[in-house]
């Protein structure tokens, strides 16, 4: 059997799907491993037993727990510089410019956004609780899930002329504007964090990212809101490593129903060849006893049309033409007769008495 051939197209559709399966899996996996740690996560009380708590623990550290109080500056908070009395430990400046994108494949104009500059300042900062205890925020630039306050949001609208709009079309881009933001942690907002905590040896509890790799968090919403969009996302994910991991088995799948038919068709063909060398064995010609019709030379009226030295031993289907050897038959380029030129369905052997 010749070797059985994959296309590009099936090669590249059933690697590009099994490598993004595998790529949202471990996504996945990684995501339902933080949610598993939130499950089991202790949640604390931000009080003046917590410093008691750690000293008694085995390192004077917790690895994973939720924690919540009051953002509170340990120096000079951040002032914003759009809203007058606004005040903070965490700001985000940000400009994006918004265009318009002829997209030559919708034949329609798609829109796009860049960022153009963006600025990120912090300031030392804890959280409160109560009876005075307090926990400082280490690393807070590295937490997931700190979505801040929008200070101040203006939108620059983009003025162009005539000559503007000519360029526009030629270049396929449209300028819409740009778009100013601010946005801070304000000081006094409740703030939910998930990581380690240490107890120091100054007796200073510290919140920081976990050493063991686990997800560090920082976040307005509680812990159950928190937990239940981790779980969220967790499913997304599986889903959509789901659809591309059935998407590879279908082409899979394809392939495998492809190669099948070929095989198939291989076996029928060597049934038939199998068959006809059993006729050309056991039929003898003129020219002497054992000698197979197709090492004799056949009479002209019964030869071959093709190669006009082998007697003719098939039977063409549908059409029904009498008219080559099954070896002739076997080298046909296309599957036609050589008579009427109508497909051939299927050969069957000619027997003559």
Not at 9 to 18: I, N, P, W
Not at 67 to 92: C, D, N
Not at 191 to 201: A, F, P, R, Y
Not at 321 to 327: I, L
Request: one cysteine or more.
């Amino acid at each position: 059997m010749e070797e059985f051939p994959v296309s590009a197209v099936e090669a590249l559709c059933l690697g590009t799907s099994l490598t993004i399966s595998g790529i949202l899996y471990y996504v996945y996996r990684k995501k339902k491993k933080t949610v598993d740690k939130l499950k089991d996560a202790p949640q604390l009380t931000l009080d003046g037993k917590l410093a008691d708590l750690l000293n008694v623990t085995p390192g004077k550290c917790l690895q994973y727990v939720v924690i919540e109080g009051t953002v509170q500056p340990m120096s000079e908070p951040l002032r914003s510089q759009f809203q007058e009395g606004a005040v903070g430990v965490v700001q985000k400046l940000m400009l994006r410019e918004h265009k318009l994108v002829w997209n030559s494949l919708a034949r329609a104009w798609t829109d796009s956004e860049r960022v153009l500059h963006q600025r990120v300042h912090a300031v030392p900062f804890h959280l409160a609780g109560s009876e005075e205890a307090v926990v400082r925020v280490l690393s807070p630039l590295e937490a997931s899930a700190l979505n801040m306050e929008v200070i101040h949001e203006k939108f620059h609208q983009a003025m162009y002329g005539f000559s503007d709009i000519i360029g526009q079309y030629l270049s396929g881009e449209k300028p819409k504007g740009q778009l100013e933001t601010e946005e801070m942690l304000r000081v006094g907002t409740t703030l939910t964090g998930v990581g380690e905590l240490i107890l120091d040896t100054d007796r200073a509890l510290k919140l920081r990212p976990p050493t063991d790799g686990s997800e560090y968090f920082l976040t307005t919403a509680d812990f159950e809101t928190l937990r239940i969009d981790q779980e969220n996302q967790a499913a997304a994910w599986q889903v959509l490593a789901s659809v591309f991991a059935l998407a590879g088995a279908a082409v899979l799948l394809w392939v495998a129903r492809r190669y099948y038919r070929c095989l198939k068709h291989h076996w029928e063909q060597e049934r038939l060849r199998r068959e006809f060398e059993t006729l050309g064995a056991d039929s003898t010609s003129p020219s002497g006893p054992g000698t197979s019709r197709d090492e004799a030379a056949a009479p002209l009226e019964n030869a071959c049309v093709i190669c006009l030295s082998r007697r003719r031993g098939c039977v063409l289907l549908d059409c029904g033409h009498v008219c080559c050897c099954y070896s002739c038959y076997q080298a046909l380029p296309q599957p036609t007769c050589p008579i009427c030129r109508q497909t051939i369905r299927r050969v069957v052997p000619l027997y003559q008495a």
